[in-house]
């Protein structure tokens, strides 16, 4: 599958601030997923993004597609303990596969 | 919402063993359900695709002589880790997608320890 890359690797976010999580294509993505997986847990669905400029708001957590449909970033605004975990950004192909990023760990300091 | 159970969500075996691993869509019924495997602070990779009433498709460098999918129903998907080796120990997570819905729907996942 097509290859996305995100940046960074480990998020250490001091609570109550912000932060952003970015994901790369080097190719024209049909869409881009966004996941949260705890420690310990499983990937949880947070959203889905298929037009161009799209934007989505969820509470504290922004999600945008690029006009390009080549990158997308999740922005998280004042930070808390509950938004630890990791944060994949995945696109799915044609046959209803997944193909994740690497993923940002997110931790908190309180 | 939709619900997907992965049984069971640890398992300790012996190097040379066979492991089982259910995955099974609670509230609806999924013709396709995916199998991962994520290693310790690592991404999820694509195992296979398995498909009910056929045979799975397996993603590149994937041996599908030791693990073997069998979706034998529309709400059951297996996968069995032959003859097991520590190398094989991870995090296995089956996902699957209910009808219409946008996001995939993941099992708790199978942390399985090869010793």
């Known amino acids: 599958g097509q290859q996305v890359m995100q940046i960074p690797q480990y998020q250490h976010v001091q609570e109550g601030e912000d932060f952003t999580t970015y994901c790369n294509s080097s190719?024209?993505?049909?869409?881009i997923q966004w996941y949260k997986q705890r420690p310990g847990g499983h990937p949880v669905f947070l959203i889905q993004?298929?037009?161009?400029?799209e934007v989505k708001k969820q509470k504290r957590l922004t999600f945008q597609f690029g006009e390009a449909k080549k990158n997308s970033s999740l922005h998280i605004t004042a930070t808390q303990t509950t938004d630890v975990g990791t944060y994949f950004c995945?696109?799915?192909?044609?046959?209803?596969?997944?193909?994740f990023g690497a993923g940002t760990t997110v931790t908190v300091r309180a | 919402g939709a619900v997907v159970s992965q049984h069971p969500s640890r398992v300790i075996c012996k190097s040379g063993t066979s492991v089982k691993i259910e995955c099974r869509s609670l509230?609806?019924?999924?013709?396709?359900m995916f199998w991962y495997r994520q290693f310790p602070k690592q991404s999820l990779m694509l195992m296979a695709t398995?498909?009910?009433?056929?045979?799975?498709?397996?993603e590149q460098g994937v041996e599908k002589d030791k693990f073997l999918i069998n979706h034998a129903s529309l709400t059951l998907s297996t996968l069995t880790v032959t003859s097991a080796h520590p190398e094989d120990s991870s995090f296995y997570i089956c996902?699957?997608?209910?009808?219409?819905?946008?996001?995939?729907?993941f099992g708790s996942g199978t942390r399985l320890t090869v010793v």
């Open positions: 996902s699957a997608r209910e009808g219409v819905a946008v996001g995939y729907t």
């Open positions: 190719t024209t993505l049909s869409n």
């Open positions: 993004l298929v037009k161009s400029g």
């Open positions: 995945a696109q799915s192909s044609n046959d209803y596969k997944l193909s």
């Open positions: 509230d609806f019924q999924a013709t396709t």
């Open positions: 398995s498909n009910e009433g056929s045979k799975a498709t397996y």
